[in-house]
């Protein structure tokens, strides 16, 4: 039985975007501090290292991100995934994943964290209803473990958190590692030896150029089809099949049956082309791409008390406006403002 709103908006059905693109995924940033200070993302020497972060009267509250959700959910996402900032940080964490877990439209709840935090969390957010966790880990050396994150833990310390979080039930994690040529490339060779076979997915990320604060250069990108060519020399790979609409990593598989491996190359190969993807950050402002520079205010409408109905109509028309494809286009506008920083937008 379709809720009131699902048939208000049913016969509009999941809004498409002006390249017919469908609004399926909602990542939402639940807090914007972090206990690491990466350097593709909030760079200690950016800004002398006094990151401005939200206060936490500005940030969401439990109910208004299970009304954002929900709103969400009605006009046809279906897959949420909670973002930061680092989210292991939230205090009450579990309660919100449960409260999320429980609204009907969500087919799949998953975060992407650092996973130091995980040995103390992993087990209750398993009991809540988290269904995925992707872990960011970017290198097995410790030097250069700290060079990319900015020195606040360690690599054994995420190590123990991925044991924490298999322990707790979570299977085929997904672990992101951003390649910064000349920093951590030269590691990246130990990470795939290191997860192969592990039953959990590496996945190699184009260093992106989000944010204002990161000076990246695109001669720092080490290009996806570098990491093919270089790792089936070793360990030859076929290519998967996308699993579903919107996926961002190329998937390919060892033909010796150890497990996959993920490039996601946005620089050298951009998706825009069917990026099904909406954020909101900790504050409540809804972006139609990672690298836009204007948000649309949703708190205003979460004080109301006539249930979700305008809001609604706010994420559908925002949607239904959207013309984002800012990875096909960055060479033809360079230096442009590139909007919120990584941490403030969730990745
Ligand atoms: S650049 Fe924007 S439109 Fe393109 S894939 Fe990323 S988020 Fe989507």
Same mark, same amino acid.
């Given at each position: 039985?379709?809720?009131?709103?699902?048939?208000?908006?049913?016969?509009?059905g999941s809004p498409r975007d002006l390249r017919a693109?469908?609004?399926? =995924?909602?990542?939402?940033?639940?807090?914007?501090?972090c206990n690491f200070r990466c350097s593709y993302c909030m760079p200690k020497e950016s800004?002398?290292?006094?990151?401005?972060?939200?206060p936490a009267d500005e940030l969401l509250s439990d109910e208004e991100i299970e009304r954002i959700v929900r709103a969400f959910t009605s006009v046809g996402a279906t897959k949420i995934r909670l973002t930061g900032g680092e989210p292991l940080l939230r205090p009450g964490l579990p309660a919100l994943v449960k409260r999320i877990a429980a609204i009907s439209g969500v087919h799949d709840l998953s975060m992407t964290t650092n996973g130091v935090l995980l040995p103390r969390l992993a087990v209750d957010l398993a009991d809540a209803g988290l269904d995925r966790i992707t872990i960011s880990l970017d290198s097995l050396d410790e030097s250069v473990f700290s060079l990319m994150t900015g020195g606040k833990a360690s690599a054994r310390q995420v190590l123990e958190g991925i044991a924490a979080a298999e322990a707790a039930g979570f299977q085929q994690l997904k672990i992101n590692c951003v390649v910064k040529r000349g920093t951590n490339d030269h590691?990246?060779? =130990?990470?795939? %030896?290191?997860?192969?076979?592990?039953?959990?997915?590496l996945r190699l990320i184009e260093y992106l150029d989000v944010g204002n604060s990161n000076d990246w250069q695109k001669g720092q990108v080490v290009a996806g089809h570098e990491w093919l060519r270089r790792i089936h020399h070793h360990w030859p790979l076929k290519p998967l099949k996308y699993q579903q609409i919107g996926e961002t990593a190329q998937r390919y598989a060892f033909e010796d049956g150890e497990g996959e491996i993920g490039l996601i190359n946005?620089?050298?190969q951009p998706f825009c082309g069917y990026c099904s993807r909406a954020r909101v950050t900790a504050d409540g402002l809804l972006y139609t791409c990672l690298f836009a520079s204007q948000g649309t205010a949703l708190k205003p409408l979460l004080g109301k008390a006539d249930g979700n109905t305008d809001l609604e109509a706010l994420?559908?028309?925002?949607?239904?406006?959207?013309?984002?494809?800012?990875?096909e286009t960055r060479h033809l506008v360079p230096g %442009? =403002?590139?909007g919120q920083e990584m941490y403030?937008?969730?990745g």
């Open positions: 039985m379709l809720n009131p709103s699902q048939q208000e908006f049913s016969h509009l693109r469908p609004l399926r =995924d909602l990542r939402i940033s639940i807090l914007d501090r800004l002398c290292g006094k990151h401005s972060f939200l590691t990246v060779m =130990d990470m795939v %030896r290191h997860f192969r076979g592990s039953g959990h997915v946005s620089i050298t994420i559908h028309k925002t949607w239904s406006n959207r013309d984002d494809r800012y990875s %442009r =403002d590139k403030r937008m969730g």
